[in-house]
């Protein structure tokens, strides 16, 4: 699974799980969680179905969230801080000079990729 899959974690029981494995499996869930984030995890999986309470849902959602980010490849994890705000600048930059499809640069993922391995290779 891709670390990007893991933004839209199902909080039920199974999805919390494989969430949960998927970070044993890549060696994150010590490193990147503290022991009270991993008894939260640890607890939902064995006592709730499906989250219910918007509390819980939200300390979850931030728990998985630093999961996902623990789990990023470089070139993901570039391409969120770096790529975005570049591709942005650039869409902003050709849509002045009168280019109208510039408005999706900002968007597109491939593009976005595209400058990013440009940056890693340039420097």
Known sequence: MMA????RVPLTR???????TRALRRGVWFRALTRVERACVD???RVVER???????QV???????LRRAMENTV??????VGRPLARRLSMIAQGWGNRS????SRDQ????YLVIGQINSG
């Open 43 to 45: 607890l939902s999986v």
């Open 60 to 66: 979850l959602n931030s728990i998985l969230c630093k």
């Open 76 to 81: 993901e994890r570039a391409a969120r801080e």
């Open 14 to 20: 199974v999805g919390i799980a494989r969430a949960k």
């Open 4 to 7: 990007a899959d893991l933004m």
């Open 102 to 105: 510039a408005v999706a640069w």
């Open 51 to 57: 989250v219910r309470s918007c509390v819980l849902a």
């Open 110 to 113: 491939v593009f976005i990729r």
